[in-house]
């Protein structure tokens, strides 16, 4: 069968709600968020059930056609982008956006893969409930991308990231069968867990197309605050103190440097400093209460910071007085990568070390890496709590970006993930490996780590039919007999 039959069966088989070749209608889904990547593809499948998913998914497999997965296509390393030859099928789930259930008993939701995070939230709130997980993508990023990347955002230092709480998945397998892990068991000692395989897999060994979820209780009230301190080393000391005396109602501890902060207020309208002190780096806390018995979280906050300034280890700080303030700080936190983007052009790394560590990394490597590469600036802020730096190196003032990209984008990048593994880091945090990180995940894993990946990929999906070029180096299609 030829290719244009077999994407005549396609058509056939979704209708016209469900597949389009139009280029009008592929071209704002073949580039990746960051603008980075630009591919093309053969058709964009929109499938409505898992039953058309499995279908779709049994024709590629017996003709080998090859499909990109994609969500809400919000992810930073172009792990949903396809490749320039335009072979392969756009696979959304967008249409399958439908929460099924909402049970408050068990405080769990059963969605489809394609509901966006941001509905999700607002469709627990009304059963007094809460998905406790958020970031800046939360319009556009679904489900099912939350959990092929193991998402991870805000609230990880309280609530782990999406693996933590996922409870169960539906998923459709490379040979177009269904795997039925729905039911949330406590537990199950049936071999290996396809659950947690398939959380991280940036759809190269399966479709996710429903999953339970755990919630938590809806917040009663909580406190922002925002803290001037003069180091990163500071920062993990304030962070130490408030692990010990404000204990499970600690849910974000997020660490920037001024200079992030000034451009937040140069290129964001609305946002203003919270505080005077214009000291190196700031702290922004929120402490929780989701249950009456809980000591009110405003009244931790300030007991906390009053024994913070009189330390000395905290120069300032401000609680937020309202619903508003508190939005308005956490907004300048999510907005530091667009700030930084209008800023001009850098190298983005999304990297973790040890939390012990993370301080110590900031402090001792950024300097080497502006000597290294002079004219640049380093801008590392982060998921202090665990550990998560996305660590931005600028581009000399008047550079442009595809010139500085082209001879500075692969030795700069390099040297900082060399540096992450000399501190037992890892090169990807929270947002996969993709296309992006190919390469130097090749080069700086370990042989065992990356051949039982291989083996995976390769005995689920022999044909390399899953979203290929991505997150498994060089586990390409083998060649027929």
Known sequence: MSDSQVLEKLSQLLGSKGFTSDPDDLAPWTTDWRGRYHGQAAALLSPATTAEVSEIIKIANAH???????????????????????????????????????????????????????????????????????????????????????????????????????????????????????????????????????????????????????????????????????????????????????????????????????????????????????????????????????????????????????????????????????????????????????EGPALQHDISVPVSAMARFIETESPQIEERYPGTTVVAFGHLGDGNIHYHVKAPKGATAEEWYARFAQIISADVYDRVTAYGGSISAEHGIGQAKLAEFERLSDPSRLNALRAIKLALDPNGIMNPGKLVPLASKPAAA
């Open 64 to 342: 080998q056609l090859t499909l990109v997965p994609q969500g809400g296509n919000s992810g930073m390393v172009a792990g949903a982008t396809p490749d320039k030859s335009g072979a392969s099928c756009l696979l959304s789930l967008r249409r399958m956006n439908r929460i099924e259930m909402v049970d408050a008993v068990s405080r769990q939701v059963r969605c489809e893969a394609g509901v966006v995070l941001q509905n999700l939230h607002e469709a627990v709130a009304e059963k007094g409930l809460r998905f406790p997980l958020t970031l800046g993508g939360k319009g556009s990023a679904t489900v099912g991308g939350l959990i092929s990347t193991n998402a991870g955002g805000t609230q990880v230092l309280r609530h782990g990231t999406m693996r933590n709480l996922v409870a169960g998945v539906e998923a459709v397998l490379p040979d177009g069968s269904i795997y039925d892990g729905l039911v949330p068991l406590k537990k199950d000692n049936r071999g290996y867990d396809l659950k947690h395989l398939l959380i991280g897999a940036e759809g190269t060994i399966g479709i996710v197309t429903r999953a339970t979820l755990q919630l938590v209780p809806a917040l009663l009230d909580r406190a922002v605050a925002w803290v001037a301190v003069d180091t990163p080393q500071d920062a993990y000391a304030l962070l130490l103190a408030a692990t010990n005396a404000l204990d499970s109602a600690l849910e974000g501890f997020e660490i920037l440097p001024d200079v992030a902060l000034q451009h937040v207020i140069k290129h964001i309208p609305g946002t203003r400093r919270p505080v005077e002190s214009e000291k190196g780096w700031h702290v922004l806390i929120e402490l929780v209460r989701d249950s009456d018995d809980q000591v009110a979280p405003a009244s931790l906050a300030e007991n906390f910071l009053g024994q913070m300034l009189e330390a000395g280890l905290a120069k300032d700080a401000v609680i937020a007085a309202s619903e508003a303030q508190a939005e308005a700080f956490w907004k300048i936190r999510d907005s530091i990568a667009e700030a930084e983007r209008a």
